[in-house]
């Protein structure tokens, strides 16, 4: 081994003596033999090997090595004479030793090859090992060639394997960190040391593991694709060190030489939160006995003994008990990704460990990292934003709006100024609104309240929408959709209101709107409660989606609205026409019995070809464009086939008044196109020089541009 790792183990049990050095470059050429099945393996040089890792030595396996199938690679071509090797390198065998769905024989050289990686230095490489290592331990198994392994998962088999080795004398265990180099912050490198007499939690113990499997497969994970993730973790976990000689800490009960490592006592804090408020005014420190322990938090002995033994008044052991039965079991765990192979792993096994398993955890939710201006926040290197100076200078709910609104579940958020700066003006933007929404009604909207206009219902309905999407990006810890949805998407609601001249419903859309956004920026949302309503709206009900508001009709006229004035607009944009009048055909009777027609087979599953023509032809109308009226057919059947029942059910039952809509919306088309706009049926048409009215077809209105350039038409 190299003298590197020689050192390192100065550091464990082990009793090292140096009997003499030797070169690497002297060991190239030669052969070692393999332990296990006696084979002689040539040594061969490579760039990546490192005396500072393990032992300094690799044994090579590049089936399964990205690195080690490199090192041999780069090695094709090259003269080897001067360490004495004449053998043919691209000779030598590569053995598959694990099967992964969706790779090959040789996941190290499928991967390194998609990858483009080109040699050994190659930072693709690092990729590439990662891609291997992981989909060889979530999902692989060991092949035919291992005999009695065959079949085994990767992930369970290691523990197996090592075991089996280390009692035949061919193996022993080094020491080594996952990830090198670690640097103390005195700037010397560390390395693991075994400290004499340590105390160890077993978490290797395969009762207790399984115990930890069953409160996973009851827990609501979040995002739930993290379970995996928690599975492997839950596998991949070896017995712990628990106890440490210096620093701050808990001594331990039974050896005061010792003091209770933080992560194995820290892990259920969450109850320890429970007794804090206690400690801090009626408990001492010195009367938290055993006993006062089991009865709190396990509802062992009786209140009474306890009162006694400790010296606890009575009535407050009880509260302390009641809190505790009001609080546990936790519901959800939010914490950092980065934690999952640590703390929540921990918090998993130590609950299982100590509570029954009615106050075993419910639910996990794991969250990125923040980075500042796209770089790693550290306390020690930085960038540094506290949430102090967060909130000194932007305020509360702006950090809060902004922190929610960047990222959800494992992502990781970047808190960027200039990205801020345009979220401080959105929620400028809701503080005007409602303000103004509030003075209006102290001033004109106290009289009698009017009937409410398609307008009116569209605003409610769709906010109806989004409270239920609220709710439900909520219950799944999704905060950036939950905030698009109650935040972003009711502001685009309301511009579309305010254009369409829509104000009778405000009123009602603020009081409820302002307990919607209360989760996110509750300051604000107090203030403006404070002006509509009585009490406080942090103890007012979350909002629930109202079903008697939602109005589909009202919707799809306005949806139909929308979509005509967005084709306009394209138009006007692409021609760069500057109209003075537009023409809007409405849909001639006979398309309108093809669409209908078609609506209705598909409802009966019988939407084909074949079928809608036979029906359509029934009809002397549709006879009548016999040219004209398959094309048509076939194109809308064609989009009739992507609708939904629903949506196909709704346009059957209830087709909109298409001229009626139009006739009522053409001063609000004139004043935003500032042209005159005129209706006209395809049936009828008093003006189309250029025939645009064939154009027209159900909900989509043919439509013709006169330029205030007389030439210039459209």
């Keep these: 081994m190299s003298r590197e790792a020689c050192e390192k183990l100065r550091f464990t049990d082990k009793r090292v003596k140096i009997v003499g050095e030797v070169s690497g470059r002297e060991l190239i050429g030669e052969h070692a033999v393999n332990p296990i099945n006696g084979a002689s393996v040539l040594i061969l040089p490579a760039s990546f090997v490192s005396p500072e890792n393990g032992s300094g030595i690799v044994m090579s396996v590049p089936a399964h090595a990205p690195y080690d199938y490199l090192a041999l690679r780069d090695l094709y071509d090259v003269d080897l004479s001067e360490y004495g090797i004449s053998e043919d390198i691209r000779d030598i065998e590569f053995i598959s030793l694990i099967r992964v769905p969706g790779l090959g024989e040789f996941p190290a050289v499928e991967v390194t090859e998609e990858l483009g990686v080109t040699d050994q230095s190659d930072p693709r490489a690092e990729e590439a090992t990662k891609i291997v290592y992981r989909r060889e331990f979530h999902s692989g198994e060991l092949t035919e060639r291992t005999g009695k392994y065959a079949g085994m998962k990767v992930s369970r088999v290691k523990d197996v394997l090592v075991e089996e080795m280390m009692e035949r004398g061919f193996a022993d265990l080094f020491y080594e960190f996952s990830e090198e180099p670690v640097i103390c912050r005195c700037g010397v490198r560390c390395v693991v040391k075994m400290v004499k007499d340590q105390w160890f939690l077993i978490y290797s113990n395969p009762e207790w593991k399984e115990e930890v499997y069953r409160?996973?497969?009851?827990?609501?994970?979040?995002?739930?694709?993290?379970?995996?993730?928690?599975?492997?973790?839950?596998?991949?976990?070896?017995?712990?060190?628990?106890?440490?000689?210096?620093?701050?800490?808990?001594?331990?009960?039974?050896?005061?030489?010792?003091?209770?490592?933080?992560?194995?006592?820290?892990?259920?804090?969450?109850?320890?939160?429970?007794?804090?408020?206690?400690?801090?005014?009626?408990?001492?420190?010195?009367?938290?006995?055993?006993?006062?322990?089991?009865?709190?938090?396990?509802?062992?002995?009786?209140?009474?003994?306890?009162?006694?033994?400790?010296?606890?008044?009575?009535?407050?052991?009880?509260?302390?008990?009641?809190?505790?039965?009001?609080?546990?079991?936790?519901?959800?765990?939010?914490?950092?990704?980065?934690?999952?192979?640590?703390?929540?792993?921990f918090f998993l096994f130590h609950h299982t460990a100590i509570f029954p398993e009615d106050r075993w955890p419910r639910g996990i939710a794991i969250n990125g990292f923040v980075s500042l201006e796209g770089e790693k926040m550290s306390k020690s290197k930085g960038p540094l934003l506290t949430m102090k100076r967060a909130i000194k200078e932007y305020g509360a709910d702006v950090t809060r709006l902004y922190i929610l609104s960047t990222a959800e579940y494992t992502q990781d958020a970047d808190w960027r100024s200039g990205e801020i700066e345009a979220v401080k003006k959105h929620l400028e933007r809701f503080y005007r609104i409602a303000n103004n929404i509030i003075n209006r009604r102290a001033t004109t909207w106290e009289r009698e309240e009017k009937e409410r206009d398609t307008i009116d219902r569209w605003l409610l309905s769709r906010f109806q929408h989004r409270v239920s999407e609220t709710i439900d990006a909520l219950e799944r810890l999704q905060t950036r959709r939950a905030l698009q949805s109650a935040f972003y998407m009711v502001l685009n609601d309301l511009r579309w209101y305010e254009?369409?001249?829509?104000?009778?419903?405000?009123?009602?859309?603020?009081?409820?709107?302002?307990?919607?956004?209360?989760?996110?920026?509750?300051?604000?949302?107090?203030?403006?409660?404070?002006?509509?309503?009585?009490?406080?709206?942090?103890?007012?009900?979350?909002?629930?989606?109202?079903?008697?508001?939602?109005?589909?009709?009202?919707?799809?006229?306005?949806?139909?609205?929308?979509?005509?004035?967005?084709?306009?607009?394209?138009?006007?944009?692409?021609?760069?026409?500057?109209?003075?009048?537009?023409?809007?055909?409405?849909?001639?009777?006979?398309?309108?019995?093809?669409?209908?027609?078609?609506?209705?087979?598909?409802?009966?599953?019988?939407?084909?070809?074949?079928?809608?023509?036979?029906?359509?032809?029934?009809?002397?109308?549709?006879?009548?464009?016999?040219?004209?009226?398959?094309?048509?057919?076939?194109?809308?059947?064609?989009?009739?086939?992507?609708?939904?029942?629903?949506?196909?059910?709704?346009?059957?039952?209830?087709?909109?008044?298409?001229?009626?809509?139009?006739?009522?919306?053409?001063?609000?088309?004139?004043?935003?196109?500032?042209?005159?706009?005129?209706?006209?049926?395809?049936?009828?048409?008093?003006?189309?020089?250029?025939?645009?009215?064939?154009?027209?077809?159900?909900?989509?209105?043919?439509?013709?541009?006169?330029?205030?350039?007389?030439?210039?038409?459209?």
């Design 215 to 345: 409160c996973l497969s009851r827990m609501k994970l979040l995002p739930p694709e993290i379970r995996t993730e928690f599975e492997n973790k839950i596998d991949w976990l070896k017995d712990k060190a628990c106890a440490r000689r210096r620093g701050l800490g808990t001594r331990l009960p039974w050896d005061q030489e010792w003091i209770i490592e933080s992560l194995a006592d820290s892990t259920i804090y969450m109850s320890y939160y429970i007794l804090s408020k206690f400690i801090a005014t009626k408990v001492r420190p010195e009367q938290l006995t055993e006993s006062f322990f089991n009865y709190v938090f396990l509802g062992s002995g009786s209140v009474e003994a306890v009162a006694r033994e400790t010296g606890i008044p009575l009535e407050v052991i009880e509260d302390i008990r009641a809190d505790h039965e009001y609080w546990y079991p936790v519901d959800l765990r939010s914490s950092g990704k980065d934690l999952i192979p640590n703390h929540l792993l």
């Design 499 to 714: 254009r369409r001249g829509g104000k009778e419903a405000l009123p009602e859309l603020l009081h409820t709107w302002t307990r919607l956004l209360t989760p996110f920026i509750p300051h604000i949302c107090e203030e403006i409660h404070s002006e509509i309503a009585e009490g406080f709206i942090t103890e007012a009900p979350y909002p629930t989606p109202d079903p008697t508001q939602i109005d589909k009709d009202a919707e799809r006229r306005e949806e139909y609205i929308q979509k005509i004035l967005e084709d306009i607009e394209e138009i006007l944009s692409v021609t760069k026409i500057a109209p003075e009048k537009i023409i809007l055909y409405t849909t001639p009777h006979w398309k309108k019995n093809v669409y209908q027609t078609a609506l209705r087979l598909k409802l009966q599953d019988g939407l084909d070809m074949k079928r809608v023509i036979s029906e359509i032809m029934k009809d002397p109308e549709v006879r009548r464009h016999g040219k004209e009226a398959p094309k048509y057919t076939q194109r809308i059947i064609a989009e009739i086939k992507k609708m939904t029942d629903e949506t196909a059910k709704l346009q059957a039952s209830n087709p909109l008044p298409e001229k009626e809509i139009l006739t009522e919306t053409r001063k609000f088309f004139e004043k935003e196109l500032n042209c005159k706009i005129e209706i006209q049926s395809a049936e009828k048409t008093t003006y189309d020089p250029q025939q645009k009215s064939r154009h027209a077809e159900p909900m989509r209105p043919a439509i013709y541009i006169i330029s205030k350039d007389s030439e210039n038409e459209r």
